[in-house]
């Protein structure tokens, strides 16, 4: 009778050390004002083309805070829309903005070359970059973090649009996935996310 | 003889017709602006429209000499889906407005006819249900604009 009680502790105290272990893996808990995917989003892995044609992983950007979004050149409104704020959001990021990369993944790698990627990025962002790739890779990423886009039949000309996913991922400097953006969403929210992750993401 | 003179009545009578279509008079267009994209990247165009009118004034589209095609076209977003639909017109209510912005209504404009930069005017011409048209300046700004700026 009197061994059970400290048995009792024991057992408890095993399971706080087992749960707070458990926590250590998980990322640190920061008070994002957008949709926290921190632990149900896989982390930033890819295999494609830059926008100056050198073959690139996600293992390239670790070390920045990444924003990553999917969309197509030909497309004239939402695209254009959405690199325009993300340039807005980075200029409000100031020099942090440098420790910051905005990836832009084509959804149409037949017209989308490097080259054509390289002159789009850059009329939007410097800290912008441009990936295209093996269609079957860009599915593979699109496919990852549940993302979707379908190619709409050909108009007249030929000329045919893809609908996508508006959706843009935040990853900390580790490639871990922690938030969710839509267009929809505040541009101050975005901006204060971010900075959380440049303040308190992983010290250079 | 008599059948081509009665044709060339008819053909001048129709130039006629055309060339003198009505200026839209209860339309007026205000920021009026287009978004540039590098090469020959399809643009976006944008415009508010304003209608002085008691009657509802419905816009079908508009050409330019600059662009050789100009679509009427809506951006939707459903389900976290982003799409583009053609669409056929865009109502400008009585005494109301109408406004083509990004990630809604806006005109499609392709095949630049030569190289346009930021800062310059494209002249368009609108073009409404009733055949009445307003010429329309559009000033060209950078990818990364928000707007039709100051």
Redesign the interface.
């Known amino acids: 009778m009197k061994l059970r009680l400290p048995n009792c502790l024991v057992l408890l105290l095993l399971l706080l050390t087992v749960v707070t272990l458990a926590g250590c893996h998980r990322e640190e808990k920061l008070p994002f004002r957008l949709t926290d995917v921190s632990g149900h989003m896989p982390e930033l892995d890819f295999k494609l083309t830059d926008d100056h044609g050198k073959p690139v992983t996600g293992a390239d950007y670790r070390g920045k805070v990444v924003v990553l979004y999917f969309g197509y050149?030909?497309?004239?409104?939402?695209c254009?829309?959405t690199?325009?704020?993300l340039?807005?959001v980075m200029q409000r990021l100031g020099p942090l903005a440098d420790k910051t990369r905005i990836l832009f993944v084509s959804v149409d790698p037949t017209r989308d070359t490097p080259p054509?990627m390289h002159?789009?990025v850059?009329?939007?962002?410097p800290r912008a970059v441009g990936l295209t790739g093996d269609p079957r890779d860009i599915e593979a990423l699109s496919k990852r973090y549940r993302s979707?886009y379908t190619r709409?039949p050909d108009g007249k000309?030929g000329?045919y649009?893809v609908?996508?996913?508006?959706?843009m991922y935040v990853f900390d400097s580790k490639g871990a996935a922690r938030v969710l953006a839509?267009?929809?969403d505040s541009q101050d929210d975005l901006v204060h996310d971010l900075h959380l992750l440049l303040d308190n993401g992983n010290p250079p | 003889m008599k059948t081509q003179a009665l044709l060339f009545l008819v053909t001048g009578l129709l130039l006629t017709g055309a060339t003198h279509a009505t200026e839209a008079e209860h339309i007026r267009a205000s920021h009026a602006w287009l978004r540039l994209l590098p090469g020959d990247l399809p643009a976006g165009a944008y415009v508010t429209l304003k209608n002085s009118g008691d009657q509802p004034v419905a816009l079908k589209g508009a050409s330019s000499d600059a662009y050789a095609d100009v679509m009427l076209h809506q951006s939707s977003s459903d389900g976290g889906m982003s799409r583009m639909a053609m669409v056929d017109s865009v109502t400008v209510p009585a005494h109301g407005t109408a406004t083509l912005a990004p990630a809604g209504y806006h005109l499609m404009l392709t095949k630049s006819t030569h190289p346009v930069k930021p800062g310059d005017t494209v002249r368009m011409n609108l073009k409404f249900a009733d055949g009445s048209t307003l010429a329309t300046d559009f000033v060209a700004r950078p990818a990364n604009a928000m707007d039709a700026g100051s």
């Open positions: 050149t030909h497309c004239p409104d939402v254009p829309l690199m325009a704020q340039h807005v054509v002159a789009y850059n009329a939007f962002d979707a709409e000309d000329n649009e609908s996508h996913s508006s959706a839509t267009p929809a």
